[in-house]
């Protein structure tokens, strides 16, 4: 066996683990961005599901906290008008209300707002690191298939540069609080 032979099978050995480092290369990094694409969807159903749910339970609480005030309101109305009938069932209905006070010192209306607000946000940081990373990913792996050599064999091997996924114009609007809280 020549020499001139043993440097061939060298050269095309390394040309060959060179063609397979770099496709494995670009393998890995289109499959970066499908788990990063994957990683800001789960981002946005948490954030369908989460939202609408933290804004029913405040309006639970909005809604019982209201009628606590009101039940207060009547009761102090109805002591000051001295119907005997009246100031019976304003008295039974006081020991229910003083009950319901004692098991409930506070109200929690603002707190739940609150957790609203820091879920809410925290949310939207989640889905805005999340399309960070697929951008990274993305400028990553079209940046691997466009030079050279790796775009020798991401054209051999049918690799196309990737399309980031723009938002609609609905998309891009805000989430509307006030709508999340009519009905």
């Known amino acids: 066996m020549g020499t001139g032979i ?108 609150t957790n609203l607000q820091y879920s809410w946000n925290e949310s939207e940081e989640q889905i805005a690191a999340g399309r960070r990373y697929i951008s990274s990913s993305i400028t990553d792996y079209n940046n691997s298939i466009s030079t050279f050599p790796a775009n020798t064999v991401a054209k051999l091997f049918g690799f196309k540069n990737y399309q980031w996924q723009y938002a609609t114009k609905e998309q891009q609007e805000n989430v509307n609080a006030n709508e999340l809280f009519k009905s």
């Open 6 to 113: 043993i440097v061939t099978v060298v050269v095309l050995a390394i040309i060959v683990i060179a063609f397979i480092s770099i496709f494995n290369k670009m393998t890995r990094a289109k499959n970066q961005i499908e788990n990063s694409i994957s990683s800001l969807d789960a981002s946005y159903i948490k954030r369908s599901d989460l939202i609408p749910n933290l804004v029913a339970t405040v309006k639970q609480y909005m809604t019982y906290e209201e009628g606590t005030l009101e039940k207060i309101t009547a009761l102090r109305t109805s002591k000051s008008n001295s119907d005997p009938a009246m100031e019976k069932e304003g008295s039974q209905a006081l020991k229910n209300l003083m009950i319901q006070v004692e098991n409930y010192p506070e109200l929690k209306a603002n707190t739940q707002f």
